[in-house]
């Protein structure tokens, strides 16, 4: 729909900003732009294959909201962040790529991620496909 | 809206940002060209995301109501 690129790296692993940053992506998608997630990190680790369905870290600045926020989602049936990527990544075109440095340091292989995990590439790749377009760190 | 024919509805409120938009997207995909949809909305940011987004893929917003304290936008698939 159209050549607009949206380029999020996702360095952190706790739901709060796993939410924002998924929310971005699907928005960014679903108004027609080419959106690519570059895991590294905590974020990457929140990508380890079912890791999502248990995950309920939270930001330690806001320590506090992490019960009743966690509590607000479920009771308000808002989507799990992984379901709002899967809607993105089929109602628009957006790509998760994993860090290569991050796979490496903590001995991941593709198998041990998510399915929606794509491809492992460098921040050099990252770089050039966030080239001319907007570039977010979550 | 009385005299437009709505040819499917989808009642999305209690969804929040950015269900109803995703759910719009859809209905859209899986319609017909010249088919006129109904979407309700009870989310905050969906009543400008949903226009945003019928003027960024270039259907029609043909209107929105109030509908029993939200609001049901009508669209009509142009492509």
């Known amino acids: ?138 | 809206m009385e005299n437009v024919e709505i040819t499917k509805e989808s009642d999305a409120r209690g969804s929040f940002c950015p269900g109803p938009l995703m759910e719009l997207i859809r209905m859209v995909r899986d319609a017909e060209v010249g088919d006129v949809l109904a979407v309700i909305s009870s989310d905050a940011g969906s009543q400008k995301d949903l226009p945003a987004w019928v003027a960024k893929a270039k259907h029609e917003l043909l209107g929105q109501e109030d509908f029993e304290g939200a609001v049901r936008f009508i669209i009509k698939k142009s492509h």
Not at chain 1, 13 to 40: C, E, H, P, Q
Not at chain 1, 78 to 84: A, D, E, F, Q, R
Not at chain 1, 96 to 117: N, Q, R, S, W, Y
């Open chain 1, 1 to 138: 729909m159209s050549e607009e690129k949206m380029s999020i790296v996702l360095f952190s692993g706790t739901v709060d900003k796993l939410m924002a940053a998924s929310i971005i992506a699907v928005g960014a998608s679903a108004m027609g732009k080419k959106v690519t997630v570059f895991l590294t990190f905590y974020g990457l680790m929140a990508f380890r294959k079912g890791d999502w369905q248990t995950n309920t870290r939270f930001s330690k600045d806001f320590e506090e909201m992490a019960e009743p926020a966690m509590a607000a989602m479920k009771e308000k049936n808002v989507p799990n962040w992984m379901n709002m990527l899967n809607d993105a990544a089929e109602v628009g075109d957006l790509t998760i790529k994993a860090c290569g440095m991050t796979m490496d340091l903590f001995g991941l292989e593709m198998e041990h991620l998510e399915p929606i995990v794509e491809e492992v590439t460098g921040v050099g790749t990252f770089v050039q496909d966030a080239e001319g377009g907007q570039t977010m760190f979550i």
